[in-house]
């Protein structure tokens, strides 16, 4: 049964291009969120998908972006990369309930130069 | 403005002693708490986690204590094993929130040395 799974596992883009980032949710489990992780900080939560829709947003600007597929796999697109943007980008699955506990992927490590 | 605070950023102890790992927060609206233990190169993965409701939770070697009053949990480990050793985060969500929207501390290394 496999876990989360992200794609690429490693990415290096120049400032101002844009990024795509993949993830497929653990069998079974029909949510997906993403979270940001800076070097030093826990992870911060960017947005969350259900139903092929965003459902929560935390505080980050529009051109972090995301979509769900009719499987519930996601996707998250970065454009006008900065340089700050420069994270591990993790990925979560869960179901649609409170008491479901996010599993994660290992991440994309995202560098901007 | 940091609302889960784990004040400790790195903690050292004897393999078969007791690991004790701290949190606080200052959200009132929270009421579900968790821990994650993060390995190198992995994802963050679930440990135990807490209601508002409870005042402890344990499974196996992990027991979560709250104490909702001095805004404080903990997590204790015993008896620690080296395996243990990693990155361990406390997160929390808010009431009438989703599971999905956690909010994080930086983390606490912990290093179990045999």
């Known amino acids: 049964d496999a876990g989360v799974t992200q794609s690429p596992t490693h990415l290096i883009k120049t400032r101002g291009q844009q990024v795509t980032l993949r993830c497929s949710p653990k069998?079974?489990?029909?949510?997906v969120s993403w979270y940001q992780q800076a070097l030093g900080q826990g992870p911060q939560f960017i947005f969350q998908?259900?139903?092929?829709?965003?459902?929560q947003r935390g505080n980050f600007p529009d051109r972090f972006s995301g979509h769900q597929f009719p499987n519930y796999s996601s996707e998250l697109n970065v454009n006008a990369l900065l340089l700050g943007d420069s994270a591990l980008y993790l990925c979560?699955?869960?179901?649609?309930?409170?008491?479901?506990?996010?599993?994660f992927g290992n991440g994309t490590r995202l560098t901007v130069t | 403005d940091q609302q889960v605070k784990q004040n400790s950023p790195s903690l050292s102890v004897q393999e078969g002693r007791i690991s004790i790992l701290n949190c606080d927060y200052t959200?009132?609206?929270?009421?579900?708490f968790l821990w994650y233990k993060k390995y190198p190169a992995e994802g963050p993965t679930f440990l135990i986690s807490?209601?508002?409701?409870?005042d402890k939770n344990e499974d196996g070697r992990f027991t979560v204590f709250l104490n909702k009053s001095a805004k404080h949990l903990s997590l204790h480990i015993v008896p620690s094993q080296p395996g243990d050793s990693a990155v361990y985060f406390c997160?929390?969500?808010?009431?009438?929130?989703?599971?999905?929207?956690?909010?994080f501390g930086k983390g606490t290394l912990l290093t179990v040395n045999p």
């Open positions: 959200n009132s609206m929270f009421d579900y």
């Open positions: 979560a699955s869960s179901y649609f309930r409170r008491d479901s506990p996010l599993h």
């Open positions: 807490i209601s508002s409701i409870k």
């Open positions: 069998s079974g489990h029909d949510t």
């Open positions: 998908y259900y139903e092929e829709e965003e459902r």
């Open positions: 997160a929390a969500s808010e009431s009438g929130g989703s599971n999905y929207k956690l909010t």
